[in-house]
């Protein structure tokens, strides 16, 4: 069973905020056929409308991950874009403008956080998005715009690995590849905070960081090879996959009889449950899923100090196309996200 965490009873003020209506057209950043960073291009589009229980948002800030750039490249999520031109991002930080009902929990004016159905709907590299209701939360009132908005899909990522599936717990020993990434660097302290030994990979330069954030061991991927200090772990995350250097592969060897190998980006590596079988443990991939009680819980938890977020930089919306190429570079720290409008 999930573990799902319960929605605070507790609903703050709003305050005075006046929420605009919405005009009928917006700025979005769309592509019109899947191809490199360049195909992006800021457009004119509809203000999409709300319907049943969804909440239509002004978005201030949209987050930047891998899986946008695998989609404009035409992997990732293509198979869903029922059109072009289509508009890419699945989370965001803004605020509510229309709520499906007068005493809905988040009525207009208030500060959220969450993740679009995208590519079913439109993304939020736009002005304005529709989200359903159990697929946000309130912004974590101490993070501005731009740092909530590098949360919901990094973050909810990481707690689906190393809570729902890794069952982090005292004592246990995870290995956590690319740890200095968008759900690496998250993945890392959630392991840490539910008392697990965290070992990482990651570049030298961000190894002292990783150590901050809670790793028990840091190996710097590009001078030693990781079996060579892991050994006997319970259950490895691995967030690159076979797609560079054997990693998937090589995890299975460090992993105990029974231990668990848990796989992001599975496209690299289609037989990877054949794999892990051959080698005595078990395997499972792992796809996100939106939901606003946990945004909730991790809320708390960024407030409290116990989790951070780190931006490594933001890009107004329309630098959209060099958010992708420095993505693609793969040595973003943290996340990176666009600026869409102003607070």
């Known amino acids: 069973m999930r573990f799902r965490p319960l ?48 909440v239509l948002v002004r978005v201030v ?20 874009i029922p059109s072009y031109p289509s508009t890419l991002g699945f ?91 968008g759900v690496g660097h998250f993945a890392v302290q959630l392991a840490a905070y539910f008392g697990a030994h965290v070992i990482t990979t990651g570049s030298e330069r961000n190894l002292p960081w990783l150590r901050e954030l809670g790793a028990s061991v840091v190996i710097d991927y590009a001078t030693t090879r990781f079996e060579d200090v892991a050994d006997q772990v319970d259950v490895v995350i691995d967030l690159v996959g076979n797609v560079h250097d054997d990693t998937g592969t090589r995890s299975l060897s460090v992993l105990r009889p029974g231990g668990l190998y848990i796989l992001v980006p599975t496209g690299g590596w289609p037989d990877y449950a054949e794999a892990a079988a051959a080698a005595g443990v078990r395997a499972t991939s792992y ?28 890009f107004d919306l329309e630098d959209a196309a060099a958010a992708h190429i420095e993505l693609e570079r793969g040595h973003t720290r943290g996340k990176s996200v666009l600026r869409v409008s102003d607070d």
Request: aromatic share 4%; no cysteine; glycine share 12%.
């Open 287 to 314: 796809k996100v899923i939106p939901d606003g009680g946990v945004l909730t819980t991790l809320a708390r938890l960024l407030e409290s100090g116990s989790i951070r977020v780190f931006i490594d930089r933001v």
């Open 7 to 54: 929605r605070s009873t507790v609903v703050p003020e709003t305050g005075n905020r006046v929420v605009s209506t919405p005009p009928p057209t917006m700025k979005a950043v769309v592509y019109d056929r899947p191809g490199p960073a360049d195909v992006l291009h800021v457009a004119e589009m509809p203000v999409p409308t709300p319907v049943l229980s969804e």
């Open 61 to 80: 800030a949209a987050g930047v991950n891998p899986i946008d750039a695998k989609t404009r490249g035409g992997a990732g999520a293509t198979g869903g």
């Open 91 to 181: 989370d965001f930080s803004g605020v509510v403008v229309k709520a499906p009902y007068e005493s809905h929990p988040l009525p207009p004016g208030t500060e959220v956080y969450g993740m679009v159905p995208f590519p079913r709907s439109g993304g939020t590299y736009a002005e304005y998005a529709v989200v359903p209701s159990l697929s946000v939360a309130r912004k974590p009132a101490s993070l501005s715009h731009a740092e909530a908005a590098g949360v919901p899909l990094a973050a909810l990522t990481a707690w689906g690995l190393v809570v729902e599936t890794a069952r982090a717990h005292e004592g246990q020993r995870i290995l956590i590849h690319a740890g200095s990434g």
